[in-house]
Structures are given as C-alpha cells and as structure tokens.
C-alpha cells in the first residue's frame, strides 16, 4: 500500500463535551488518529463516545455539545476553519454516516425509497425515473428482497435489518470518499451480515474509499477491519493491526481493557455459567 | 411436567398481500428459555409481536399459561408479558426522562414503591442513578437499550419477548446484562423467548432454538446441537459459518 500521499482525514487531539447542568460531560477526551484508504475499525464500550467522534467529524454533534480539535483535516483541507457551508457540502457527498438508530434517522412519513432516490438527486444531476432506478438497485446491492415492494414502505413497515441496510443504501448512493458506519450491521443476520460488509469491502478496494466502522462485535472487527482503535471513556487506550486483536500469540502486548472486553463474550461450544464482565481501572483514564 | 407456558400453532400472519409468518408451530415450557435467530426480514419481531399482543392481524392459535389468547389481551395479560423492542429509540418516548419512562408502567398499573423498584431496575441493569433526569436522546444507544430493559424488569413480568435485546450493547454490558436475565430466571422461573442473531448468544442462554427463513421455522434444535455445530439443514449451517466472521477472497 502506497501511504505516503495525504490521509483522507487527520485528527488531533479531539474533544466533545457537554456542558449540562450538572457539570460537564466528557464525551470524547483527546482522541488523535489519521485514516486512509482503509477500513478502521473503532470498538469500545457503551458511552465510549464512538458516536460522538463520528458525529464531530460531520460536525453534527447536537447541542449543548462542543467540539474542539488542534486540527481536523478532510484531504489536507481544515475542516475547523472552512465556511459552514463548504462544510455542510462535504457531509453526505464526500463523507457520509450511516447513523446507529437508522428508523430514527429516516423520515417517518416518506417511503424509504423515495428517501434514498431524494438523497441521489441532491448530489447527482438525475430525473426522478433514473434515481427511481439507482435506488432499486441499490436495494438490491444490500440484499433486500422485493426492492419493489420495500421501495414503497415507510420505515415503521420494514424490519430493523432492512431499515438499516435502507440506511447503508443511502449513505452509499451518494458515493463518499469517507464513510463513517456506526454500528451498521448489529440488526442484520450473520449472512446478510457478511453481504453487507462484502459491498463496503469493495468500495474500499475498488473506490479507494475510507471506512470507520465503529462496532462492539470484536470478531468481526478483527475478520473485516486493516486497523482497529480500542476506545475507553473518551480516550483511545490502543491502535493495533485488527488482526490482532484476539490473536492468542499477541495477547501479551494487549491492553488490559481490551483483554477484558475479549473475557466477556460467550463462545459457542464453550458453555460458560456466569460470563465474566469488566472491572474498570481508574488508572486507564489518568 | 408442568404445562407449557406458550403453545404457538400454525400462526400466520400477513401484511397487505405478503404473507410473513406461514404455519409456524413451537412450544415453550414454563421456565425455559427458547431462542429464535434467522434470516432478516423472516418474521422474528412479528411473532413475538403477535405473542405480545400488539399484532391483531393473525391466523392459528396462541396458548400462553394455559389460556387461549384473543387478539386483544387484557391489562393483567400486559403485566405478566413484557417486551423488549430491537430498536431501543423507538420504544422510548423522547420527551419523557428515564424516572418517566420508568414510573409511567408502574402507574398504569397501580404498583405501589415506585422509588425503590425504579432505584433497583437501574441498578439492575448497571445505570448509575444520576441519569435518572436524562432523556434518551442524552444517552449512547446501549444506555438506550438499558433503560428498555429497566423499564420491563419494573412490571417483574413472568414471560418475557426479548428482541434483540443485546444486539446495541457493548460486549461488557451484554454480559452484564445476560448474567443478570439468567439471574432472575432462576430466581423468579421467568420463561424467555430471545430474538438474536449472535448464534453464542442464543447458545449462552437458550435450551432450546427455532431456525426461520422466509417466514417458516426452517429446523428446530437443542443448544447442544447448536454447539456441536451440527444441525441438520443447509441454511442453518450456512448461519453457522457466517458467524465465524469475515473471510476476504483471493
Ligand atoms: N446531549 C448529551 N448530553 C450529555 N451527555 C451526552 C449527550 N449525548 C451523549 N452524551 C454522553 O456522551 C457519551 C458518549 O456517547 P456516544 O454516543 O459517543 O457513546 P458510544 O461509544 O457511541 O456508545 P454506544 O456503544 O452505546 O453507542 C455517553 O456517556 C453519553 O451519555
Ligand atoms: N406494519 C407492516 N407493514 C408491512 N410489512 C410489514 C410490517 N411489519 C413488518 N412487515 C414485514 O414483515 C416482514 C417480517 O418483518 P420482521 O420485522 O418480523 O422481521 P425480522 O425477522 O424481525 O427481521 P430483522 O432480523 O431484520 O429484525 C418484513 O418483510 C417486513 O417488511
Ligand atoms: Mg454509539
Ligand atoms: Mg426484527
């Protein structure tokens, strides 16, 4: 791999808090990472603020949240300086996110396909039968079934793998140079599940995209991801090759909070009584 | 033996003219734990919304402790029967704080101790007591999650539909929370029935587990079956070998 050219997105030192009236919340404490070509996989437990780093490199992190960086750039360009509304155009045209709740991010009273054929047309120049078209196929891409028939239902009427491929349909039609998928597969069975992650897989190879695919399934981060980052209370507490990530013969150099998330999951064949879960050290966060 | 607690016969259901759920048969006893995982879009959530009683639009027969269920179920049926929805945003009003989401269950139906039982629900299921006054879009989606649980432990139900109920957890919390179900079930002789699609999940807490495709039960099998990787059909040997991750040709 030839990485000597300009990431497609550098971050320095990113922080969101929340100023609440209770004090406030530290929702990401000084993360730095830089993304390529690649797919990136981020995991870390529940509030780890996965999300909110997703969010802050949109800039959609919802008030009363504040977004601070030394640097955050988009292909060399600072996205912290650049107008709003140069910035808004970047969002979904060259750097998408495929949010982790997808009916909440979908419009309850319009069709998901009408909404997915809506977001082709903002980006591309195409009358409504020719996005009528790209949307069926892109349904088809993510293995729905019927594309027809799911194209006229409105998201209450899909199941929760489907909403979220209609999601991941969306997000891709607009074909980003980054694409932040925030937990996009949890809904899906194991195969379509493998489908799914087939299509990012070749539009990263293919289209040279760049994939962040934040998830708290480990093996399938360490089967699907080049590199993986293992985030703790806003802070990242290693970056490895994902391959590593559960490989016994590097265990050694591992986190402890990595070890312990690795120590809670059942594995099929060996029966478990009481699963093991996580004593947290304060020290991790010093 | 005692009798079974859910008796599912020949249920079907259909939305319009596609049929989603066809002939599906299975029986659950009082006390066990009976998983369903299977293809996206087979009719999973359908019929634990039928059992639930939030689908009236169903053909076949529907036993829960012993009674014939009618299509509309009365208010101690929605007490006893609690649901745990997939999709944790849905379920919870978004202006409603979480003491709300969780006092409003046990107002409607007339349970006393509010303070203390809302106190131990969230302790329950590990939220600290500070987040009592958040409202859900304040919360990371697995918080989301929590507090759908929390807020059917409240009604301490004695069969409970858990779709999904994992699936936008952190594996931390997952054990947290799979430890604490496998608790009250021994505690309380709860009955189950888990939707989920991580086979290691279905295989940590269920004796037994329903296979479906395209609306049918595919194969029925034991945990054990499951664990030996040996059931009998292709598509369930399929999910099985999905689920050792993801393999890069070439
Ligand atoms: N509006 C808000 N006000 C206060 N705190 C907030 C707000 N939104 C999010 N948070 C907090 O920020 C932290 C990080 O949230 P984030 O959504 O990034 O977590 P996450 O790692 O994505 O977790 P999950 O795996 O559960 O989705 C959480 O502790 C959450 O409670
Ligand atoms: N209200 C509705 N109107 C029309 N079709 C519906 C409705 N609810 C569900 N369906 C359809 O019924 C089928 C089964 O949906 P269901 O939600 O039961 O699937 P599932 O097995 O739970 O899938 P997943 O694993 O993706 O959650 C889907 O094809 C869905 O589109
Ligand atoms: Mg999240
Ligand atoms: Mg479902």
Redesign the interface.
Known sequence: MSQAVTPLLEVDNLKVN?H?P?GIVRAVRGLSFSLGRERLGI??????GK?MTGRAILDLI?YPGEVLADRMLFRGEDLLTMPKATRRKLRGRRISMVM??P??SLNPVMTVGDQIAEAYRVHHKANAREARERTLTMLEAVQI?EPE?VYALYPH?V?????Q?VMIAMMLIAEPDILIAD?PT?????????QV?KIL?DLVTSRSMGLIFIS?D???V???CDRVIVMYGGKAMETMPASELADPSAMARRHPYTL??LG??????K??G?????TRDPEWLA | MSAPAVIVDRLNVS?GS?HVVRDVSFEVAEGESYGI??????GK?TVLRVLAGLNQEWGGAVTIFGKAQPKVRDKAFHRAVQMVF?????SLHPKKTLDDALAEPLAIHGIGDAERRIARALSDVGLPS?FRYRYP??L????RQRVAIARALVLEPTLFLLD?PT??????????V??LL?ALRQERKLTYILVS?D???V??MCERLMVMQHGQCVEEMSAAT????KPETAYAQ???V???????QG
């Open positions: 929340f609440t209770t995991v870390g437990e529940s509030g780890s999300s919802p982790q709740d009916k909440f079934r028939r009427e199941s929760g793998g489907m909403g491929r937990e949890s809904a899906l069975d194991v195969t379509v599940q493998l992650l897989d708290h480990l093996h399938l360490q089967s699907f312990g998330l809670c999951l059942p594995e099929l064949g029966p478990k009481k699963l093991s879960t996580l | 939305f596609s995982v299977g293809e996206s879009g087979s959530s997939q999709d944790p945003y849905g500070a879009h304040q990371s989606g697995g918080q999904e699936s936008a957890l952190d594996v931390s919390i997952q054990a947290e799979l430890n496998q699609h086979l290691a999940v295989g940590h499951l664990s030996a990787r399929a999910l099985l999905a689920s050792e991750g993801f393999r890069r």
